[in-house]
């Protein structure tokens, strides 16, 4: 079974321009969540999707957003770029998120650089 | 809001000896725990979870981890380290969202 997949791998964005970064989870899962990760800040909750709806949301600005598709699969979408955003964005996939022992697989990430 | 705390950001070991990495919880119910590996340049890798079946939990590569409720921790171990192990492990807790700990970077010595 395929596992996590995320696109593009690497990016280098420009301070003010938007971003859309993809997600694929394993086949069969139905909840996808999205992390930041950074040096200073560590791994970070951004949001988590299940059957097309926000289940969770972390403490992130408005420009941080996502959506998530009929087939489970998630994109998140940041605007204005900052400096700050540059960071691993990893995401991850589990069968349900009603079910909170279920384990999350993660994606390899999607590093952002923005200068 | 549920919390974890890795104690100790760098632990280095010699090949061979015993890994100790820490972790402590903070739950307002009973919680469901995780560690997971990361290896430089790639994502997490789940290593073993907690979910109240056994207090003992056995995992991928050799780990272990024991959930003690008394003391709010679920220290990781493997009792032979190898080079192999040279990464950075991360503690995590789940209750509605996954809450992570800082990490905690293996240096393994030859």
């Known amino acids: 079974k395929a596992g996590v997949t995320q696109t593009p791998r690497y990016l280098i964005k420009t301070r003010g321009q938007q971003v859309t970064l993809s997600c694929s989870p394993i086949?069969?899962?139905?909840?996808v969540s999205w992390y930041q990760q950074t040096p200073g800040q560590g791994l970070q909750f951004l949001f988590e999707?299940?059957?097309?709806?926000?289940?969770n949301k972390g403490n992130f600005p408005g420009r941080f957003s996502g959506r998530q598709f009929s087939n489970s699969r998630s994109e998140m979408n940041v605007s204005t770029l900052e400096l700050g955003d540059s960071a691993l964005y990893l995401c991850?996939?589990?069968?349900?998120?009603?079910?909170?022992?279920?384990?999350?697989?993660f994606g390899p990430g999607t590093r952002l650089t923005v200068t | 809001a549920q919390s974890v705390t890795q104690l100790g950001s760098h632990v280095s070991v010699s090949e061979g000896a015993l890994v100790l990495l820490r972790c402590n919880y903070s739950s307002p119910v009973p919680p469901y725990l995780f560690w997971y590996v990361q290896y430089p340049n790639q994502g997490l890798q789940l290593l073993l979870k907690?979910?109240?079946?056994?207090?003992l939990v056995k995992g991928i590569n050799g780990f272990e981890a024991e959930f003690k409720k008394s003391e709010t921790s679920f220290h990781l171990t493997k009792p032979s380290a190898h080079m192999s192990d040279a990464a950075e492990y991360f503690c995590a807790v789940r209750v509605n969202d996954m809450r992570f700990g800082a990490g905690t970077r293996l240096t393994v010595k030859p």
């Open positions: 907690y979910t109240s079946a056994a207090t």
């Open positions: 991850a996939s589990s069968l349900d998120v009603t079910v909170v022992s279920y384990e999350q697989y």
């Open positions: 999707y299940f059957s097309e709806t926000q289940r």
């Open positions: 086949s069969g899962h139905r909840s």
